[in-house]
């Protein structure tokens, strides 16, 4: 005899599957249940208050300018440190675009008395990780491993901070190393296209050159312009050490002024200059001549805001809405979705230090380059026109932005880091706590009116990478078309 299974056939369980999905849609229609997709849901409601528990948190400075942040979480048996210099790339003279990079990678390779395999050796003994990093308005010292180990911990890290070897042999190393990097990078088209963008808004200031600097200024840089650096940046007064997880601050405290006590002081380097306020003044096109690509890399840019800008949260609902939240955003619906002409688009406003640049970038085949182009400059102009951001789309930026906020700050360390970077940028030190509640205050009419302020696409440099010669006639009515070869 047939099993029931083999005799009921696949046509009858393809029918039974269909009855059971109606009848399960049915019955939760029927118990409440909505059956409506996920995104067609509005936001739950924005929960509004402290993100820092101040009865955990100690703040010191120490007579020689240190500023010191300690942040308690007895939860693991983990501690994580880190020393920031408020200064990166950024102060950097463009002549030495890149040092704070090698000057970073250098710091890794050797300290104190150990050197680069001894230093190595020492953070693994301890189940540790050490890094070194720069970026464009900070550089970091980061530790991390169990809260056992503190005080070894402790001592690696004011080793390197302080006495970090910079050796003539390592350097030349870490400068071929650096070299071949910048070299290969030239190799990825999105790398590329940045690049020649960067250099197309900011020609005489240092953004307008990568953070890791280019060949001929790499090529320059040694042992003796990465101690000249670390002399000038890391100064106690230019610096912020923090300390979060299984700590007792009393206690480390107490070890941090043992080690960083006498830390001579001096003067704290320069912040990096403007940049212009306007940029570009009128519409560029530029066409980076690669023939031999199928697809263009299109950058849409112009001037933006930095970080310490009173229309940051304003300005970042309004492109969360615009092209910051992935495949809900306008930019995204559009060229995706209803277009087909890319497989993703974004948009942001880079705030550092000084004011960054707003960027919209995508790509697409060659031959819908400027449909895509114009595409991109409509959705730009509505909304800062016909077309501005809505309640709705606000509300759900909002609950965007507060979710990301939230989930930046899952763990001590994460908290503790977006406090060290209050400091860096000398912001109000209650920023995380009241950052929902800002974001909750904001209205359409004020991201209509930063929308106005900030978004210019009748003058933005418009940046390509691909085949010259079949890209320039479908632009040349767009403006005047310069035609550069990329570096």
Known sequence: MRSDRKSFGLGGWVLMSVFLLLMVSSGCTQLGFSNKRPWDTAPPTLKVGPVVDQAKLTRSTLPNGLRVLILEDHRLPRVGLRAVVARGAGAEERAQAGQATFLAELMNRGAGKRNALALAQ??????????VGASWDSMAVSLAGLSRDQEALLDILADVTLAPQLKPEEAQKARSELLASLTAAKDDPGTLVRW?????????H??????????????????KSARDMHTRYFVPGNVILGVSGDVDPAEVLKQIKARFGDWKEGPVPAEAPATPAVAPVDRKIVIADRPELVQTRIMILQEGIDRTDPRRIAAGLLNDTLGGSGFSSRLMRKLRSEEGLTYGVSSGFAMRRRAGPFVVSTFTRVDQTRHAVDLLLAQIEAIRSKKPQTPDELIKAKSYSVGQFGLGLETSSAVLGSLVDLEVYGLPTDLLDTYRARVNEVTVSKTDQVAQELLHPDRAAIVLLGPADTLRSQFESLGNVEVVQPD
């Open 122 to 131: 020492a953070v693994d003994e301890l189940g540790g990780s050490l890094s």
């Open 196 to 204: 020649q963008a960067m250099a197309v808004l900011y020609p005489d």
């Open 206 to 223: 240092r953004y307008g050159l990568p953070v890791k600097g280019i060949s001929e200024t790499v090529a320059k840089l040694d042992s």
